[in-house]
């Protein structure tokens, strides 16, 4: 009896996915509330795009641009703009799933694929990767937007406990990473040929003026700790090396 419920469940949900609920993609509009509420406006123009979302899938947004006839300010709308970046077809929401699945979770790009069309999404392997690519420029941005914030975090904390560590496979370019070992917050990070002090000084210097400090001149203990470094990356032996700053 359980089971059977448990099928008649399952077949209920999988008759109310987006893929059944639409046989077309369907047409959503989009309008300013603003232009709406203020002023005496009047329809610009209207314009179309395709937009894909984990809500529903793809669907054609159709967007009603509104002018104010008083000083002839442009409204257009928000929520569209909070769904999917200006002139791009997926969605933030489809670029974090991605991002998250390639480098949090470590699937293949044609494990997402197959993912993303449970969810009535259609993408191509070439479409994950560039999406992919897409998650790591706007997390870039989004880090280096918030570096006052993060400061201001670690200078509340009283300082930070800087983690480094570098990974790479095989001849690949080692990928050396800085972290704020009590935030768990990745302060920077950098690819370089090899583990050599010459290559990795100016990482430490770049990332003690990023982070909470801001005093460019560096402690007699700091440059003790240079000093080790360089005789450790010498003999290869920098996999895991913590400084406090």
């Not at 979770?105 to 690519?133: M, P, Q, T, W, Y």
């Not at 070992?181 to 050599?196: F, H, T, Y």
């Not at 203990?221 to 032996?237: I, N, T, V």
Request: proline share 2%; net charge neutral; charged share 25%.
């Amino acid at each position: 009896m359980i089971r059977c419920l448990k099928d008649h469940i399952e077949k209920v949900v999988e008759g109310v996915c987006a893929g059944n609920l639409f046989f077309e993609m369907p047409t959503v509009h989009f309008f300013s509330e603003e232009a709406f509420c203020f002023g005496n406006n009047k329809v610009l123009k209207t314009r179309e795009k395709k937009v894909v979302t984990l809500d529903i899938g793809a669907f054609r947004a159709k967007e009603t641009i509104m002018q104010s006839e008083d000083d002839g300010k442009v409204y257009t709308c928000r929520e569209l703009k909070s769904l999917a970046p200006h002139r791009c077809t997926f969605g933030y929401d489809v670029i974090v799933y991605v991002g998250y699945a390639l480098f949090v979770h470590c699937r293949s790009e044609k494990d997402i694929v197959s993912e993303l069309a449970r969810k009535n999404i259609s993408i191509s392997d070439r479409e994950v990767s560039f999406l992919g690519k897409k998650f790591v420029t706007y997390l870039a941005v989004a880090h280096r937007e918030s570096r006052q914030k993060i400061r201001s975090a670690m200078d509340q904390r009283g300082g930070y406990i800087l983690h480094v560590d570098g990974t790479c496979e095989g001849d690949s370019p080692h990928l050396f990473t800085g972290l704020d070992g009590i935030a768990e917050v990745v302060l920077d990070n950098i690819k370089i040929p090899s583990e050599q002090s010459e290559l990795l000084i100016p990482f430490f210097e770049k990332s003690k003026g990023n982070t909470a400090t801001q005093s460019p001149w560096f402690t007699t203990w700091e440059r003790e700790s240079f000093r080790l470094l360089q005789r450790y990356s010498r003999e290869h032996l920098i996999l895991s090396a913590i400084f406090i700053f």
